[in-house]
């Protein structure tokens, strides 16, 4: 199941890049950011309202785990920016080897007290191809 939602996510994410980088075109970049993390915020409010869910804030959480709103914010930015000049599928190859090779940096030394996943073989095998496909996309 999660395997599946994961490919979802995939598909998703290439959707929005669409979605957002024509709205980006079509009413410029920072008008475009308001849009849609607007509409994002009224969608997930009535969401937790209709589930009766409150946000309750937590003193003792380190203030950088706050700022994924901004982390959000400069990737949709980017995202609508490279848009305009690459296309859907370069930003979001790009931004999928980005991820990845952050999350493997997570994994591999247990930022954020996350349980360390050992970098091993198996994972430069598959790095190597990703990066060598993403080159082929990106350069030939």
């Known amino acids: 199941m999660y395997n599946f939602l994961s490919l979802l996510i ?3 994410v290439a959707i929005m890049v669409a979605f957002n980088g024509e709205l980006s075109n079509k009413l410029g970049n920072y008008p475009a950011l308001v849009i849609i993390h607007f ?3 009224i969608i997930i409010l009535g969401i937790m309202l209709y589930k ?3 946000i309750s804030l937590k ?9 994924a709103g901004a982390i ?8 609508n920016l490279s848009y305009a000049a690459l296309g859907v599928s ?8 980005g991820q990845l090779i952050t999350s493997l940096a997570f994994d591999h030394y247990g930022f954020l007290n996350m349980k360390k996943i050992k970098f091993d073989n198996k994972k430069f095998i598959g790095l190597t191809i990703i990066i060598i496909g993403i080159s082929i996309m990106t350069f030939l």
């Open 10 to 12: 995939g598909a998703l």
């Open 39 to 41: 509409v994002g915020f």
């Open 52 to 54: 009766k869910i409150k």
């Open 59 to 67: 003193n003792s959480l380190p203030l950088y785990l706050y700022s």
């Open 72 to 79: 959000s914010v400069f990737t949709v930015m980017f995202n």
């Open 90 to 97: 370069l930003p979001v190859a790009l931004g999928l080897l």
